[in-house]
Structure formats: structure tokens, C-alpha cells
């Protein structure tokens, strides 16, 4: 595993969950963008990169281990943004629907159960992005033609008669 490739796909999902948290503020965009970083944030994200020449060929395993780090770091990513955001709103407009996240600050066991939220939600994005990341790195060998060889038959030299 190339521990390098994993830091640039920490830092540009960490990125995209970042937009993702400011765009999922709008009302009548919020649920695309969140099913957007739920469900197949990975694909774009690989998609991307492949685009630009950035990752060569991957195989279905990185593939999946890749979607699941960019499901939880955007996750992550995304709760550190929108969370404050959604409190500020919740606090200065009264009737701003998503505010409901100010009732979480109101002891410090509140503060604890919304952490163990955003893991808990960061593990089903990884979840779901992991196999949106298998799912395109599958598609890309079937595109490209191109598997990569497990080292079957490589080690048999005997031919049978």
C-alpha cells in the first residue's frame, strides 16, 4: 500500500467534505450533497484521479481500501464544517430547520453522544464508499482490459504431455 497515495487521498477527500459542508447549508441542495458524501463521494474522487493521471491501474482491493478512507476522512471532513455552521444558524435564525444540532451543546454527555454520531455515521460512509470505489475500480479494469495477475501460474514451468 502506498502510504504516499493514501495522504493525497486524505487531504483531497478531507477537501471535498469540506465543500460538501458548506453546499449541504443550502436547504434545497442539502440532501443531494449528503447522499453525494454518503454514498458515492469515492467515485468522483478516484474518477479524478484517474483523470489525471494521478493513481495508475488499482486493483478491486485498493480500490475498496481507497473508497473507505475517502468515505470516513470526507465524513470527518464534512462534520467538522457543517456542525458549527448548523449551530450558528440554529442559534441566530430561529426557524432554520437543520439547527437542530444546537441542542447537542447543552450538557457535555450531549457532547459526547454527537461525537460517537460522527464516528458511527463516518463508519457508514466508509462503508458505502468502499464499495463505490470497488465498484470503479472494477469498472476501470473493464474498460482498460487490463488485470493485474495474482502470480497464478507464474511459478509452473512444466509442460504436460
Given at each position: 500500500?502506498?502510504?504516499?497515495?493514501?495522504?493525497?487521498?486524505?487531504?483531497?477527500?478531507?477537501?471535498?467534505?469540506?465543500?460538501?459542508?458548506?453546499?449541504?447549508?443550502?436547504?434545497?441542495?442539502?440532501?443531494?450533497?449528503?447522499?453525494?458524501?454518503?454514498?458515492?463521494?469515492?467515485?468522483?474522487?478516484?474518477?479524478?484521479?484517474?483523470?489525471?493521471?494521478?493513481?495508475?491501474?488499482?486493483?478491486?482491493?485498493?480500490?475498496?481500501?481507497?473508497?473507505?478512507?475517502?468515505?470516513?476522512?470526507?465524513?470527518?471532513?464534512?462534520?467538522?464544517?457543517?456542525?458549527?455552521?448548523?449551530?450558528?444558524?440554529?442559534?441566530?435564525?430561529?426557524?432554520?430547520?437543520?439547527?437542530f444540532m444546537r441542542f447537542f451543546l447543552g450538557s457535555f454527555g450531549s457532547f459526547i453522544v454527537m461525537i460517537f454520531l460522527i464516528i458511527f455515521m463516518g463508519g457508514i460512509s466508509a462503508l458505502f464508499n468502499a464499495f463505490s470505489g470497488l465498484v470503479t475500480a472494477?469498472?476501470?479494469?473493464?474498460?482498460?482490459?487490463?488485470?493485474?495477475?495474482?502470480?497464478?501460474?507464474?511459478?509452473?514451468?512444466?509442460?504436460?504431455?
Amino acid at each position: 500500500m502506498n502510504l504516499l497515495l493514501l495522504k493525497q487521498l486524505s487531504i483531497l477527500s478531507a477537501f471535498a467534505g469540506a465543500i460538501l459542508g458548506f453546499i449541504t447549508i443550502i436547504p434545497y441542495v442539502s440532501f443531494i450533497s449528503f447522499m453525494l458524501l454518503i454514498l458515492c463521494l469515492s467515485a468522483f474522487v478516484l474518477a479524478y484521479l484517474k483523470q489525471n493521471e494521478l493513481i495508475g491501474i488499482i486493483s478491486v482491493r485498493e480500490g475498496c481500501i481507497f473508497g473507505a478512507v475517502i468515505g470516513f476522512v470526507s465524513f470527518l471532513a464534512f462534520a467538522v464544517v457543517f456542525t458549527p455552521i448548523s449551530m450558528l444558524l440554529g442559534w441566530l435564525i430561529p426557524s432554520y430547520t437543520q439547527g437542530f444540532m444546537r441542542f447537542f451543546l447543552g450538557s457535555f454527555g450531549s457532547f459526547i453522544v454527537m461525537i460517537f454520531l460522527i464516528i458511527f455515521m463516518g463508519g457508514i460512509s466508509a462503508l458505502f464508499n468502499a464499495f463505490s470505489g470497488l465498484v470503479t475500480a472494477y469498472v476501470y479494469e473493464l474498460i482498460t482490459g487490463v488485470k493485474k495477475e495474482n502470480n497464478q501460474n507464474s511459478s509452473v514451468d512444466f509442460e504436460i504431455r
